[in-house]
């Protein structure tokens, strides 16, 4: 019962962890439940608090699995099913008490370890999963082993865990990478700085998050601004611009551009479907269509981090009637003010070309400012307010543009997505952040198509360059928005170098860890070997995993490398060793018969054996009396009698 | 033989009462061919245990009490003038016994305990030139007192190197004691006859010294005896004739358990008795010294 408890700590603090770790995706109710129920475990093993009886522990169950109905609801089914393991694992935890109960408790605590990766899979998750599992392999040895000290438990799981992991990696390199068999359904928790629909008049649309949001490896020779286009906005409802339903449709055919680039990305995990790429492009991923407006939409997204390759195409440049009188389509009775400055710039100008730089130079010679935090512009007519007011970040700007030319009869529509983003230390790729999402115009000329307009770059030309991080004037406001962080503290040079190092660590293991796919795997198959078959991986992997096994023998021959001349004495020390299993330890100057008595106590069903053994090896080690071929098979029956055979 | 051995022992036990492990020891160290210092106060049963030992082995029994004017001659003998035949006639001293009883060795002078321990060794007496041959099998069995040690002489280390093995008696239980005192005893020890004859005892000495001792055994006996050579834990180390009477001691104790071959529980059982009085100069019956030695130094398998 001593080691009970401790294995029943030990499973609660693995529930504990994993609970606290999810604690965003959870409800805040249910990880109170949690908790408490936590607490009580704790209590139990601790304190002379007892188990609930059998009606408090029913209650209990109905009480739990209500809270976890409605604070969670079913909408979310991932959420709810890990939800669902966590408490119901910590009420079984609470009520039991025999070995075999705690014993389920503990195997399925090593599936509520892997659920973490459900939901995060950087580096120190995974550090932190590994962890988890030293724990729980820990509570095992404890469980079967009685006599076994927490220490003692924790450094044979290490040793395990440590063995397990040659292992893994050949596996993780060569077996061959299947298909999900069953997809999840798609977890709603990824935070996002992009939204479908821009509506930059509410200021809570700014995003606060510092969060990753993708990599991009580029060729050299692509030079800044980096314009990342994820969502086209071409429907203006009077306060936000949405998506049109048939921005998804998919683009029948493709033609890639000769000499296009190629870029390569390494996506964090999104619950958007639109992805960010530099120009009209082609994916190489199946699940990553193009659209009509030569966006990247992925079908079926998955809460995973993910990658692809993205090359330029050619999009045919041709407005139909549709999409004209979509994209010029205005509310009525609003913004008038804004109209007739519209129809003000038109007047003055004589082309498409000529209003748009009529429209720049109205921005930068009428003092608009830059500023993450302008003021809240509510009216109907937000976008005159904001003329009027001349404060605003990227969203105003591109509202207020398309609006303007909509206004003057041009086909225009607002484009969000990322802009910029940080080189890391070697220049070997740029990291885009979720607050460098931005927003910007596109406006219709008819011999060029859609051609990018960003009132931004008139108002604060610096914003082209870099992340939005690294933007000098609007340093203050960008602090107080992402709060206290590393990267909020990069002005201090340590802790900048810490975060570009901990950017750096998890680049390497998205980049060879995580996208280490199908075809990652078939490259790095093609490189080995020339032609691949199952055949051939198969006898890979056996045989490297034979080659670790016979090395892992030879260390361990090694260790006990004092050799004896006579084979009986290896009975012996197998004998000993498998003591020192039992928490005997054959003390020095301890002879044979103590030893063996002493463990003959330990064991009494055993006894006999030991007594054989005892004797048949007296006399041969001391008596001079060479063993029998028979006596040498008794002498070997009783050490296997004793190491393998489980008492009935 | 074995059977014999243990109704001896079964004997012994019931005129000793409650110190089977000392009767062992003597009657291993008889067994030995080695002779016995019993080292404790007055009255714990030294004289009754050599007593019981010669009569249950059929030996002649001789006690010397060894005082401060006592000179070799008194316990060797001496040649004397027989004047009816006119000539010299040696007349033996107490030594030639089987069992000799040396009771307060070290109250004697060194001249006389240095004659004791000569014969002890040399198994013979020289008086006038001529060597007179002790009986077989001989067996001396000293004691001293280890405190009140004001106007003794205390053996030599070089001395005490000549006994296999010194033990201490020691004060009975209370069980034992409250039966010696119900007079249980003085009936029992009347009951103690022969069991043995002194030609049976030597074939048994015989016998011990072919008992197998194996090279793993010598290795361990070697393993001890190094330690106490290379440790500075010891203000003396055991010599190689230390080393001879563990192997013997031990030999004569396999014999005891009705075994052939030794094993290294019966150097561990031997050993503070053998070793003890030739590790450390300070007269002690605790063994410390050879029990942390016994400890300290692995048997390999």
Same mark, same amino acid.
């Given at each position: 019962?001593?080691?009970?408890?401790?294995?029943?700590?030990?499973?609660?603090?693995?529930?504990?962890?994993?609970?606290?770790?999810?604690?965003?995706?959870?409800?805040?109710?249910?990880?109170?439940?949690?908790?408490?129920?936590?607490?009580?475990?704790?209590?139990?093993?601790?304190?002379?608090?007892?188990?609930?009886?059998?009606?408090?522990?029913?209650?209990?169950?109905?009480?739990?699995?209500?809270?976890?109905?409605?604070?969670?609801?079913?909408?979310?089914?991932?959420?709810?099913?890990?939800?669902?393991?966590?408490?119901?694992?910590?009420?079984?935890?609470?009520?039991?008490?025999?070995?075999?109960?705690?014993?389920?408790?503990?195997?399925?605590?090593?599936?509520?370890?892997?659920?973490?990766?459900?939901?995060?899979?950087?580096?120190?998750?995974?550090?932190?999963?590994?962890?988890?599992?030293?724990?729980?392999?820990?509570?095992?040895?404890?469980?079967?082993?009685?006599?076994?000290?927490?220490?003692?438990?924790?450094?044979?799981?290490?040793?395990?865990?440590?063995?397990?992991?040659?292992?893994?990696?050949?596996?993780?390199?060569?077996?061959?990478?299947?298909?999900?068999?069953?997809?999840?359904?798609?977890?709603?928790?990824?935070?996002?700085?992009?939204?479908?629909?821009?509506?930059?008049?509410?200021?809570?649309?700014?995003?606060?998050?510092?969060?990753?949001?993708?990599?991009?490896?580029?060729?050299?020779?692509?030079?800044?601004?980096?314009?990342?286009?994820?969502?086209?906005?071409?429907?203006?409802?009077?306060?936000?611009?949405?998506?049109?339903?048939?921005?998804?449709?998919?683009?029948?055919?493709?033609?890639?551009?000769?000499?296009?680039?190629?870029?390569?990305?390494?996506?964090?995990?999104?619950?958007?479907?639109?992805?960010?790429?530099?120009?009209?492009?082609?994916?190489?991923?199946?699940?990553?269509?193009?659209?009509?407006?030569?966006?990247?939409?992925?079908?079926?997204?998955?809460?995973?981090?993910?990658?692809?390759?993205?090359?330029?195409?050619?999009?045919?440049?041709?407005?139909?009637?549709?999409?004209?009188?979509?994209?010029?389509?205005?509310?009525?009775?609003?913004?008038?003010?804004?109209?007739?400055?519209?129809?003000?710039?038109?007047?003055?100008?004589?082309?498409?070309?000529?209003?748009?730089?009529?429209?720049?130079?109205?921005?930068?010679?009428?003092?608009?400012?830059?500023?993450?935090?302008?003021?809240?512009?509510?009216?109907?007519?937000?976008?005159?307010?904001?003329?009027?007011?001349?404060?605003?970040?990227?969203?105003?700007?591109?509202?207020?543009?398309?609006?303007?030319?909509?206004?003057?009869?041009?086909?225009?529509?607002?484009?969000?997505?990322?802009?910029?983003?940080?080189?890391?230390?070697?220049?070997?790729?740029?990291?885009?952040?979720?607050?460098?999402?931005?927003?910007?115009?596109?406006?219709?000329?008819?011999?060029?198509?859609?051609?990018?307009?960003?009132?931004?770059?008139?108002?604060?030309?610096?914003?082209?360059?870099?992340?939005?991080?690294?933007?000098?004037?609007?340093?203050?406001?960008?602090?107080?928005?992402?709060?206290?962080?590393?990267?909020?503290?990069?002005?201090?040079?340590?802790?900048?170098?810490?975060?570009?190092?901990?950017?750096?660590?998890?680049?390497?293991?998205?980049?060879?860890?995580?996208?280490?796919?199908?075809?990652?795997?078939?490259?790095?198959?093609?490189?080995?070997?020339?032609?691949?078959?199952?055949?051939?991986?198969?006898?890979?992997?056996?045989?490297?995993?034979?080659?670790?096994?016979?090395?892992?023998?030879?260390?361990?021959?090694?260790?006990?490398?004092?050799?004896?001349?006579?084979?009986?004495?290896?009975?012996?020390?197998?004998?000993?060793?498998?003591?020192?299993?039992?928490?005997?330890?054959?003390?020095?100057?301890?002879?044979?018969?103590?030893?063996?008595?002493?463990?003959?106590?330990?064991?009494?069903?055993?006894?006999?054996?030991?007594?054989?053994?005892?004797?048949?090896?007296?006399?041969?080690?001391?008596?001079?009396?060479?063993?029998?071929?028979?006596?040498?098979?008794?002498?070997?029956?009783?050490?296997?009698?004793?190491?393998?055979?489980?008492?009935? | 033989?074995?059977?014999?051995?243990?109704?001896?022992?079964?004997?012994?036990?019931?005129?000793?009462?409650?110190?089977?492990?000392?009767?062992?020891?003597?009657?291993?160290?008889?067994?030995?061919?080695?002779?016995?210092?019993?080292?404790?106060?007055?009255?714990?049963?030294?004289?009754?245990?050599?007593?019981?030992?010669?009569?249950?082995?059929?030996?002649?029994?001789?006690?010397?009490?060894?005082?401060?004017?006592?000179?070799?001659?008194?316990?060797?003998?001496?040649?004397?003038?027989?004047?009816?035949?006119?000539?010299?006639?040696?007349?033996?001293?107490?030594?030639?016994?089987?069992?000799?009883?040396?009771?307060?060795?070290?109250? &004697?002078?060194? $001249?006389?305990? *240095? #004659? /004791? +321990?000569?014969?002890?060794?040399?198994?013979?007496?020289?008086?006038?030139?001529? !060597?007179?041959?002790?009986?077989?099998?001989?067996?001396?069995?000293?004691?001293?007192?280890?405190?009140?040690?004001?106007?003794?002489?205390?053996?030599?280390?070089?001395?005490?190197?000549?006994?296999?093995?010194?033990?201490?008696?020691?004060?009975?239980?209370?069980?034992?004691?409250?039966?010696?005192?119900?007079?249980?005893?003085? &009936?029992?020890? $009347?009951?103690? *006859? #022969? /069991? +043995?004859?002194?030609?049976?005892?030597?074939?048994?000495?015989?016998?011990?010294? !072919?008992?197998?001792?194996?090279?793993?055994?010598?290795?361990?006996?070697?393993?001890?005896?190094?330690?106490?050579?290379?440790?500075?834990?010891?203000?003396?180390?055991?010599?190689?004739?230390?080393?001879?009477?563990?192997?013997?001691?031990?030999?004569?104790?396999?014999?005891?358990?009705?075994?052939?071959?030794?094993?290294?529980?019966?150097?561990?059982?031997?050993?503070?008795?053998?070793?003890?009085?030739?590790?450390?100069?300070?007269?002690?019956?605790?063994?410390?010294?050879?029990?942390?030695?016994?400890?300290?130094?692995?048997?390999?398998?």
């Amino acid at each position: 019962m001593f080691n009970h408890d401790k294995v029943k700590s030990l499973s609660a603090l693995i529930i504990a962890i994993v609970s606290a770790l999810l604690f965003d995706d959870l409800a805040l109710f249910f990880v109170a439940t949690v908790a408490l129920l936590i607490v009580w475990v704790f209590a139990e093993c601790y304190t002379k608090a007892s188990a609930p009886t059998m009606v408090v522990a029913n209650i209990l169950a109905i009480a739990c699995t209500l809270t976890l109905f409605l604070t969670i609801g079913i909408s979310e089914l991932v959420n709810l099913f890990v939800a669902m393991l966590l408490q119901a694992n910590c009420l079984k935890l609470l009520i039991a008490t025999k070995p075999k109960q705690i014993k389920s408790i503990v195997l399925v605590n090593f599936f509520i370890a892997c659920c973490v990766f459900l939901f995060y899979q950087s580096l120190p998750v995974t550090f932190l999963v590994l962890s988890l599992f030293l724990i729980n392999i820990t509570a095992l040895y404890l469980l079967t082993n009685r006599k076994k000290l927490v220490r003692q438990s924790s450094v044979r799981a290490f040793k395990l865990l440590a063995l397990s992991l040659p292992i893994t990696c050949v596996l993780f390199l060569f077996l061959p990478k299947l298909p999900a068999f069953w997809r999840m359904p798609s977890l709603s928790s990824a935070q996002v700085g992009l939204s479908e629909s821009v509506n930059p008049f509410n200021i809570s649309d700014l995003t606060k998050s510092d969060k990753l949001a993708f990599r991009a490896l580029l060729p050299s020779n692509y030079q800044a601004p980096y314009y990342w286009r994820a969502m086209v906005h071409e429907e203006f409802d009077g306060k936000s611009w949405n998506i049109a339903k048939s921005a998804d449709n998919i683009l029948p055919f493709t033609q890639i551009k000769e000499y296009g680039n190629t870029i390569k990305i390494y996506h964090e995990q999104s619950s958007l479907k639109w992805l960010p790429s530099l120009f009209y492009s082609k994916a190489n991923a199946a699940n990553i269509v193009t659209t009509e407006n030569g966006n990247l939409y992925r079908v079926n997204p998955n809460n995973q981090k993910f990658s692809y390759e993205f090359t330029e195409i050619e999009l045919s440049q041709q407005l139909t009637n549709n999409q004209r009188v979509r994209n010029t389509r205005l509310p009525t009775e609003i913004n008038m003010a804004s109209i007739s400055l519209a129809n003000q710039l038109k007047a003055q100008a004589n082309s498409t070309e000529m209003f748009i730089n009529l429209l720049a130079r109205y921005y930068s010679d009428n003092g608009f400012i830059y500023t993450l935090k302008p003021p809240i512009y509510d009216d109907k007519n937000a976008i005159d307010q904001f003329i009027s007011g001349k404060e605003g970040f990227c969203g105003h700007y591109a509202s207020t543009s398309a609006f303007i030319f909509r206004a003057a009869g041009i086909p225009a529509r607002v484009v969000s997505g990322y802009l910029g983003g940080e080189f890391s230390e070697n220049n070997e790729y740029l990291s885009v952040y979720q607050y460098d999402a931005h927003a910007w115009t596109e406006v219709w000329l008819e011999n060029r198509g859609w051609v990018k307009f960003d009132a931004t770059a008139y108002v604060e030309p610096d914003r082209l360059n870099g992340s939005l991080s690294q933007l000098d004037n609007i340093r203050n406001e960008f602090e107080e928005n992402i709060g206290l962080g590393l990267t909020s503290l990069s002005q201090i040079a340590i802790f900048n170098k810490l975060r570009i190092y901990l950017e750096q660590l998890d680049y390497q293991w998205t980049a060879w860890v995580l996208g280490f796919d199908n075809t990652a795997q078939k490259k790095l198959l093609k490189e080995l070997m020339e032609d691949v078959s199952a055949l051939k991986i198969a006898i890979i992997i056996m045989s490297l995993i034979g080659l670790f096994l016979l090395t892992f023998l030879a260390l361990k021959l090694w260790q006990r490398r004092i050799r004896y001349d006579d084979p009986i004495v290896y009975y012996l020390l197998a004998l000993e060793n498998y003591a020192k299993g039992k928490g005997l330890i054959r003390k020095d100057g301890e002879t044979v018969e103590v030893f063996l008595t002493r463990l003959s106590e330990l064991i009494p069903h055993h006894k006999k054996d030991l007594m054989s053994f005892l004797m048949l090896y007296s006399r041969h080690r001391y008596g001079g009396k060479t063993l029998s071929k028979a006596q040498v098979k008794v002498l070997k029956r009783n050490v296997n009698n004793i190491k393998y055979k489980r008492q009935l | 033989m074995n059977q014999a051995l243990d109704q001896i022992i079964q004997q012994l036990n019931s005129v000793i009462l409650g110190k089977q492990q000392q009767i062992k020891l003597s009657l291993c160290c008889l067994l030995a061919k080695g002779h016995l210092l019993i080292e404790d106060l007055p009255g714990m049963g030294k004289t009754s245990l050599a007593h019981a030992l010669s009569n249950i082995l059929g030996l002649d029994y001789q006690r010397v009490q060894f005082t401060s004017d006592l000179l070799p001659s008194d316990i060797t003998g001496s040649t004397i003038f027989d004047p009816n035949k006119q000539t010299f006639h040696f007349h033996p001293g107490p030594l030639f016994n089987q069992v000799v009883l040396a009771d307060e060795i070290n109250r &004697a002078g060194p $001249k006389t305990q *240095s #004659a /004791l +321990l000569e014969a002890m060794e040399e198994q013979q007496v020289s008086i006038d030139g001529k !060597s007179h041959a002790l009986p077989t099998p001989f067996f001396v069995i000293a004691t001293q007192n280890p405190m009140h040690q004001a106007g003794t002489f205390p053996l030599p280390e070089s001395q005490l190197d000549r006994f296999l093995m010194r033990i201490g008696l020691g004060y009975p239980d209370k069980e034992s004691e409250k039966a010696i005192l119900l007079g249980e005893i003085s &009936a029992a020890a $009347k009951k103690v *006859s #022969a /069991l +043995l004859t002194p030609a049976n005892l030597v074939e048994m000495q015989s016998l011990v010294n !072919s008992v197998v001792l194996s090279n793993v055994v010598v290795e361990y006996i070697l393993d001890l005896v190094t330690e106490t050579r290379d440790s500075q834990d010891y203000p003396m180390a055991l010599s190689p004739r230390a080393s001879i009477a563990i192997a013997n001691a031990a030999k004569a104790w396999a014999f005891i358990h009705s075994r052939d071959y030794v094993i290294p529980d019966d150097v561990q059982a031997i050993f503070p008795s053998v070793a003890e009085h030739r590790l450390g100069i300070a007269s002690n019956t605790t063994n410390k010294l050879s029990h942390d030695l016994l400890s300290k130094v692995k048997i390999n398998p």
